[in-house]
Nanobody, 124 residues
Framework: VQLQASGGGLVQTGGSLTLSCAAS????????LGWFRRAPGKEREFVAA????????HYADSVKGRFTISRDNAKNTVYLQMSSLKPEDTAIYYC??????????????????WGQGTLVTVSS
């Protein structure tokens, strides 16, 4: 499975940005897709995840109400709509793919494949 993330950039505080992650290869049908991020000098952290149907979504407390994860299975693409962005959202954002329909959503070990990351910078 290959993942190609895009959509990062520079945005002002309070602004919005949408990230995309296109999956290719043997993705199967029952999978989960997630977004993680790594801020400068910090550990990688979970942001959001969505199951294979798209009716089950999960978010880190820090982004609830501001970020929305969605997917288009016809395009094998997952999106992360980010609004009300804050400087602390500045990070490299990674999409991740899990071929398992079960497991802890926020656990990075669940995800076997990772995209290359896309940088989001929120200026104050």
């Amino acid at each position: 499975v290959q993942l190609q993330a895009s959509g990062g950039g520079l945005v002002q505080t309070g602004g919005s940005l949408t990230l995309s992650c296109a999956a290719s290869g043997r993705t199967g049908s029952r999978n989960a897709l997630g977004w993680f991020r790594r801020a400068p000098g910090k550990e990688r952290e979970f942001v959001a995840a969505i199951n294979w149907i798209g009716h089950s979504t999960h978010y880190a407390d820090s982004v609830k109400g501001r970020f929305t994860i969605s997917r288009d299975n016809a395009k094998n693409t997952v999106y992360l709509q980010m609004s009300s962005l804050k400087p602390e959202d500045t990070a490299i954002y990674y999409c991740a793919f899990s071929s398992s329909a079960t497991g802890a959503w926020a656990e990075s070990l669940r995800y076997r494949y990772w995209g290359q990351g896309t940088l989001v910078t929120v200026s104050s």
